[in-house]
C-alpha cells in the first residue's frame, strides 16, 4: 500500500481524523477498531456501490472486531429521502444496533448524507464514518459533519450538523467511478483553489493530463490537500457562522443553474458554471481582474466543465432560482465573490440588475 495521510479535523471533542491512503480499503482494520470493535455496524451503500465495494468493507469490519449489517438503497439524489432514512433506522433496529452501534457510508454524497442523517437520529444519536468512493464525497461531503435529506419541496432541507468519527479515503475507488461524476468533482477542486489556494490551483493549471488522466498518485495529493483545506475551515467554524460560507462559492448561482436545467446539469456542472457567473459579477463590480476571471475559466474548460448556460436559458429565472436558495439571510443573498485566485469575500447588497447581467454574459 502507498502512503497513509492522517488529516486531523480540530473540533475539540468531536475531533477525528480524516486517513487516506491508496489501497486502504482493504486494509484500514487498525484504524476502524477503535470505533467498532465489540460493537454492531449498519454498512450502509448504494445499489452502485454495494457489489463493488461492500463485501471487501465488511470483511475490513469483520477484521476490526464489528458484527456488521449490509443495506443497500437505490443508487440516486432521488432516494436522499426521510423515507430511505425510515427504512435505515428501521433495519438498524431490527439487527439489534443500540447506542453504542455506528452506521458505516460506504458511498458518494447521497450515502454519506443519509449515513450522518440517520446516525444523528437514531436512539439521538451514534456513532458514524465516512467512507468516501466519489471525489465530491472525499474532498467535501465526507468532512464537516453537514448531514441531512431532501424534501419533495427542495434539496438538503432537513439535516443536523453531525461529525463522523472517523473518514477513510481510499483513491483507488476513483478507477470505477464514471468520468462526468470525477469531472462533477473537479468543479469543487476548482473551487478550492479560488477561495484560498493559489498554489492549488496552480497546481491544477500544470498538470490537466494528470486530471484527465485520473492519475491516481496525483489525485491522492489533491483529495489530501483539499481535505486539509476543509478541515481547517470547519475547525475554524463548524456551524457556518461566517467563514464556513466561503465554500458555497459558485453554490447559490450553480443551484439555481442545476433547478432551472430541470437537473439535466449535475451539480459540478452548475458550480462550474456559477463560479464563471460569480466571477463576472466581481469584474463588473471592479472588485476583480478580468484576466483572472479568464484564467478561471480556461481551468474549467480545459477540465471539460462547462462554463455557459445552454441557449435559451433565461437569466431571470437564474436569478428567481438563486433567491429561492436556503443561506440568504432576511431576503438578501450573500454571495461569495473572487478578489484574485486564492481569495474571496462574503458580500451582500448586489443589485438584482447586476446579478441579473452576469448570469446574462454567461449565456452561449
Ligand atoms: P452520489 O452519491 O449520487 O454518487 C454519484 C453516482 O456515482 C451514484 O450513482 C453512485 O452510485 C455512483 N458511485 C459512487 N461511487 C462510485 C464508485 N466508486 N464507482 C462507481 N460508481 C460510484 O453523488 P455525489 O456527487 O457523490 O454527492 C452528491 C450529494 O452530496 C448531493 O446530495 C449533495 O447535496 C451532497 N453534498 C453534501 C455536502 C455536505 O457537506 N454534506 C457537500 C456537497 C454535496
Ligand atoms: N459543502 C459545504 C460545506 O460543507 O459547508
Known sequence: MNKIIKIPVGLGER???IIAGQGIL???AEYLSPFVKGRKCLLLTDSNVGPIYAKKVHQMLTAAGSEAFIFSFPAGEEHKTLKTVGSICSYAVKHGLDRSSLIVALGGGVCGDIAGFAAAIYMRGINFIQIPTTLLAAVDSSVGGKTGADLPEGKNLIGAFWQPKLVLMDPEVLTTLP???IRCGLAEVVKYGVIMDAPLFAKLEQNIDKLNAVDLQFYAEII???CE???KVVAADEREGGLRAILN???TFGHAVELVS????AHGEGVAIGMNMAAELAVQAGLLDLAVAVRQRKLLEKIVLPCTLPPGADPEKIYAG???DKKKVGGNLNLIVPLEIGKVEIKSGFEPAAIINAIRCCCE
Not at 430541470?262 to 446539469?265: A, I, R, Y
Request: with cysteine; proline share 0%.
Open 224 to 226: 489530501a490537500r483539499c
Open 322 to 324: 438563486m433567491l429561492k
Open 179 to 181: 468520468f462526468k461524476e
Open 15 to 17: 475531533s477525528y481524523d
Open 26 to 28: 482493504g486494509n484500514a
Open 262 to 265: 430541470n437537473f439535466t446539469l
Open 229 to 231: 483545506l476543509k478541515a
Open 249 to 251: 462559492y459558485g453554490h
